[in-house]
């Protein structure tokens, strides 16, 4: 059973930054497709960031230069550094993991942004 457990998140001004943790339950990310999505109220599930073939970065355009997405491969962890936060990117924030054409989610992290 795939366990996704984050931490993180919270009340912050604009401007402020936040890191986004995603702890697993086995050494699942270095070798699957895993990134994290948001949620805004009142809108879809969107793609923030993720990993792609060979550990190639992806970044949606309205959070490229200011999100940056890692992982520790030894901790089995993986991480969403939010700097330059915007009250748009106020959100739940999950983590996703694809482990043989099976999703998993963490159970999602609020990040509100407000002066």
């Known amino acids: 059973q795939v366990q996704l457990v984050q931490s993180g998140g919270g009340l912050v001004q604009p401007g402020e930054s936040l890191r986004l943790s995603c702890a697993a339950s086995?050494?699942?990310?270095?070798?699957?497709?895993s990134g994290w999505y948001r949620q805004a109220p009142g809108k879809q599930r969107e793609l923030v960031a993720d990993?792609?073939?060979?550990?190639?970065?992806h970044y949606a355009d309205s959070v490229k230069g200011r999100f940056t997405i890692s992982r520790d491969n030894f901790k089995n962890a993986m991480f969403l550094q939010m700097d330059s936060l915007k009250p748009e990117d106020t959100a739940v924030y999950y983590c996703h993991v694809r482990i043989v054409a099976t999703d998993y989610w963490g159970k999602g992290t609020l990040v509100t942004v407000s002066s």
């Open positions: 086995g050494t699942i990310f270095r070798f699957n497709a």
């Open positions: 990993f792609r073939g060979r550990g190639d970065t």
